[in-house]
């Protein structure tokens, strides 16, 4: 709500979201009395409380709340009042993650009460995920295909949580202006395949320093021209979806190298994270990138390889690696793991560290369960750890790290929490 409201008022007039929070709850649904979230007419009662009447205006903007049994038709409500302003809709199907709609992309402007058009994507500010008490992307912004948005966070309001006797259970919502009847067709963009064929990661041994020791593991790793197809796939998903769009995003990207993409195991379907990092040397702004990719040599541990491919020459230039801790990512893609259509990605001005929790560190933290806390103690494991990295119920962005050791499985989430 708070960033809802930025947008009409000055900030120094924008009252903080514990204040917001507070004052939504109470416009609950007498359902939602006791709901530790606020409920889309809390949402709306509150937006109209504080823009009503702003100044000498008798008020700035005016909101309600769109219930729909069609994804299309919330999709249709979102776009057609976001001249107007940002909205904003529930995510992941009941009230814990609301996420503000601060651009659409459609071939055209949306119709307003007839005719056709067609959606690509939003743009949108995801203020909070709960794991990490931050936001859902590397930062607020991020960017969704239609497909990523409708598949992973638009749902219907039917998880266990909602009470079934609340007025939008089961239903599609978005809180934008009061909604109207239209009679319009909308398309939902195809996600755009850019893998010529499918991509089949290998479970392999690789080496990692636990403890100061050398400690084999296994893991599902990709060739490496299997990885200069991934991050092939990530460039072009944002050269044709956002660097057009978005001068803010394409100043950042430009400043960037691509890493090693990383397999996230997902039951909904394997996507690859890639991460944009600032180079070790600055390169000039291109629209058009050239491919690069940060890979481990074969020893792994002394130091990284730089490949840079333009057409069909290959340049290899040794870096130095620096320590885990340095904050180097300003933008991450999410790529579809079998067909390499662009997802979605997301972005900050400031480098952050990426991920998180290293692969090391959710290593040392899922042995220290099974009492192994120093390399003598390695010798003790009966096979070699197994390490993957799996969605579960954070953001895509930040996906748990799974450990198998000895039998027993741990998730290691990004910010160091070890379940099992």
């Known amino acids: 709500m708070e960033m809802l409201i930025d947008n009409y008022r000055d900030t120094s007039d924008v009252p903080n979201q514990t204040v917001l929070n507070e004052t939504g709850l109470g416009y609950n649904q007498g359902c939602n009395a006791d709901l530790l979230y606020v409920d889309p007419t809390g949402m709306m009662s509150t937006l109209n409380l504080y823009l009503h009447a702003y100044g000498e205006l008798p008020y700035v903007a005016n909101y309600g709340v769109g219930r729909y049994e069609t994804l ?53 500010n995801d203020p909070y995920n709960a794991t990490l008490e931050g936001p859902g992307g590397i930062g607020e912004n991020t960017y969704k295909t239609v497909d990523q948005w409708s598949s992973i966070y638009h749902k219907k309001l039917n998880e266990s949580d909602v009470n079934t006797s609340d007025y939008y259970y089961d239903k599609y919502v978005a809180v934008c202006e009061p909604p109207e009847d239209d009679d319009v067709v909308v398309t939902l963009a195809q996600a755009k395949p850019r893998f010529a064929n499918v991509i089949t990661p290998a479970q392999m041994e690789k080496p990692l320093m636990v403890y100061e020791v050398e400690q084999l593991a296994l893991e599902k790793v990709v060739t490496n021209d299997e990885s200069l197809k991934i991050v092939k796939a990530a460039i072009d998903g944002v050269n044709e979806e956002l660097i057009p769009y978005d001068a803010e995003f394409a100043e950042v990207f430009a400043k960037t190298t691509a890493g090693a993409p990383m397999l996230v195991t997902d039951v909904s379907g394997d996507y690859y994270v ?129 450990i198998t050791a000895d039998g027993d499985v741990y998730y290691v989430s990004q910010d160091g929490t070890v379940s099992s």
């Not at 940002?86 to 055209?108: D, E, K, L």
Request: aromatic fraction near 10%.
């Open 72 to 124: 299309e038709d919330v999709l249709h409500y979102m776009c057609k009042w976001h001249y107007l302003g940002p909205g904003a809709a529930p995510a992941y199907g009941n009230y814990s993650n609301w996420m503000v709609v601060r651009g659409i992309h459609t071939n055209t402007t949306p119709s307003f009460t007839q005719g056709s058009y067609e959606i690509h994507g939003f743009w949108i």
């Open 274 to 402: 890639v991460p944009f990092n600032v180079p070790v040397e600055v390169r000039p702004p291109v629209k058009i990138m050239p491919v690069k990719i940060e890979k481990l040599k074969i020893s792994g541990l002394k130091e990284l390889e730089q490949v840079k491919r333009v057409d069909e020459y290959v340049i290899i230039k040794p870096i130095q690696i620096e320590p885990i801790e340095v904050e180097r990512t300003l933008v991450v893609v999410l790529v579809d793991a079998t067909d390499g259509s662009f997802k979605e990605a997301s972005w900050v001005a400031d480098a952050v560290k990426y991920l998180p929790v290293s692969k090391v560190e959710a290593l040392k933290l899922a042995l220290t369960e099974i009492d192994i806390t120093s390399a003598n103690e390695l010798t003790n494991l009966s096979s070699k750890p197994t390490i993957e990295l799996v969605y579960r119920n954070a953001s895509p962005y930040y996906p748990d790290w799974k």
